[in-house]
């Protein structure tokens, strides 16, 4: 998988990885629709630090390795994400 995966090839950076699979997963479980759940009480839209977030900052503050942010940020093109502006829910949810 895709964890598995990144930790062959970066074999120092295992909890890095994780904590940035877990990050994704948690982000992208708290947008209901994503998940084809109806919207309930948990709104995300009142949750400031999970829309405010920027992608940059979170990935770049799981690891000093720059190659492995390089590799974990790489689908960010795919939707013109942007380092100054582009939040980490954005990242998650693509």
Same mark, same amino acid.
């Given at each position: 998988?895709?964890? +598995? ?12 990885? +994780? ?6 997963? $948690? #982000? ?7 998940? !084809?759940?109806?919207?309930? @009480?948990? $709104? #995300?839209?009142? $949750?400031?630090? !999970? !829309?405010?977030?920027?992608?940059? +900052? &979170?990935? +770049? ?9 390089? &590799? !974990?940020?790489?689908? @960010? @093109?795919? #939707? ?15």
């Amino acid at each position: 998988n895709f964890a +598995d995966s990144l930790k062959r090839q970066f074999p120092d950076e295992g909890k890095a990885i +994780d904590n940035y699979c877990y990050l994704v997963q $948690d #982000y992208c479980s708290k947008f209901k629709l994503y998940n !084809l759940e109806v919207p309930g @009480m948990s $709104d #995300y839209t009142r $949750d400031s630090e !999970l !829309l405010e977030a920027n992608a940059y +900052d &979170v990935i +770049d503050s799981l690891s000093s390795n720059k190659l492995l942010t390089a &590799v !974990l940020a790489g689908n @960010m @093109m795919l #939707y013109a994400g942007h380092k100054e502006n582009t939040p980490f829910f954005v990242h998650a949810l693509v």
